[in-house]
Each structure stands twice: as C-alpha cells, then as structure tokens.
C-alpha cells in the first residue's frame, strides 16, 4: 500500500519534468513605447494561454537599444540557468534578433521576419475596408498604411478593385509610412486635407497612426461622416476614444497568441506547421465613446 503514494508521486514529477519550457522573447521597447503597446498585450497572451496549455513559459525581454541587439541578450544567461529551452516564440523581432534562436536550432515561431508561421491578413484587411467604405457611399477612397502591406499584390488588388465596385483610389491618397506614429498621423493627414483633391472616405491603419489622424481631424474641423467616412484600426486590448462616429477595423491579441502557440506545438513534434493567417474583423457604425 506505501508504495502507490511513492509511485503517484514519481509519475507526477515526471510529468511536470516533460513539460515543454518554452521562450517567449521581445524587444523590451513593448514596455514604454505607446505604438507597442499591443505587443505587450500579445506577449502575456501567449504567457497565459501557454501556461492553461500546460507550457512551463519564461519571459524573455531584449534590454539593450535595438541597434545593439545581435546575439543572445545578455538576460538569456539567467533564462539558461533555469534549464533547457524547448521552444521559443519571438514578436516585434526582427531578423538580425532571432538568428541566435536559428542557430541554437530549438524550434521557435515567429510573428515578423522571414520564415513567419503567423501572419496578419493585410490584403483582407484592406479589402475588406475599401468595400466597407464603397457601401457607405464613398466615391473615393484613401489609404494611410504602413510599408509593409503596401507592396505591389496589395496596389493590384485596388486596382481590381477599384474597377469592379466603381470607385476611384488615386495614388496620390495612398499614404505610406515607414514607422506608426501618432505625430506622422497628424503631419500625413494635414498634407493629405490640403491636397485640391481629396478622397470622401480613408481607412487608418494601424492605430497609432489613427490616433494622430483623429486630432488632425479635430483641428481642422472636418465633419465625419458628412465630409470624409472613416475606418480606424483598433486593437480590442488597446481601445481609444474618438468624438465622432466611424467604423473600426479591430483584432485582438488572444488568435494571435493562439496561433503562434498552436504552430510551436506542432514543430515540438517534429512537423512543419501551415501559414496562419491572422484576420481583422469589421466594426460598424461605433464612435463617440471607448470601446
């Protein structure tokens, strides 16, 4: 009889000794700058959600200046004293940050970078808010996008269709920026308002960007919806008020986390996972109040 409490408790270290430790690693830029601040949502996410899926998860944050970040970073040292690392999941990574995890050759999914497992669904998005804009009326639409999903099977598909629901995109109003910030949003719609012709309807992505467009849009008294429709993005994590009523473009960070978590486990058992498109989803008709 003694023994089966001794055996109990030998298959339960056991168990919790198989469970995978897995990595999630970031630029600690997620904790004080406000355009990251849905990274930081993303990455206890997937602390959470990795733990409910029975993961030992560590928190892995890159301290030094993001110049400088080539290599391990020096807080890894600790994370290895802990024991072996199974997995790792990298966001807001860029390449020359996770070529230490290829190296180690520990399975690792990405969020940005080549190679990505989880990718956002840009063109949908994009698509899908054009249509969105052409159904409220619009004649004209405009975009202000980062450089990232505006690369050329993007322009053909507003070419496309631009064509089939008959309405005009001129390139002109198609605002591409380099890097979210709410002080290029206020900068980018002020050249856009002063240009002689304007779009009657714009789609803001992402949501730092958005934030600068709406006190733009404040300043210069422009009526929403009578003079210009608006679709903003917004993160369900990461809300913000508006004083006017617009439709929102929203994705949480929980598929997300889900789905970075789901392609890690399927290279834990030695598989190549399928590309997960992350897909935005439509809002209509709120504003006025935070969400």
Known sequence: MSSCPEKASQTNTLAQSAAPRVVVYSGADARKQQSSLFYLHLFWAIMERGRQLGFEMVPLMDT?????????????????????????????????????????????????????????????????????????????????????????????????????????????WIIVSREAMETKGYHQFESLWDLKSRPDGLFIYPDVTARGVVSAIVERHVRVPEDLKLILHRNVESPYLVPFPCDWMEVSVNPIADALLQALQVKLRGETPERQLIEFHLVKGEGAREF
């Not at 994370?79 to 199974?86: I, S, Y």
């Not at 990718?119 to 619009?138: P, Q």
């Not at 004649?139 to 450089?147: A, D, H, T």
């Open 64 to 172: 030094r200046p993001e110049k400088n970040r080539y290599g391990a970073p020096p807080e890894n040292a600790q994370v290895q004293k802990g024991g072996a690392v199974d997995g790792y999941i990298a966001i807001m990574a860029y390449e020359s940050m996770v070529e230490w995890i290829r190296d180690s050759g520990v399975p690792m999914t990405i969020l940005h970078g080549s190679s990505v497992d989880v990718v956002f669904d840009s063109r949908g998005m994009i698509e899908k808010a054009v249509r969105r804009l052409a159904e409220l009326g619009c004649r004209s639409v405009g975009l202000m996008i980062p450089s990232e999903p505006a690369n050329s099977k993007v322009l053909e598909m507003l070419d496309d269709l631009s064509a089939e629901i008959g309405i005009n995109i001129n390139y002109e």
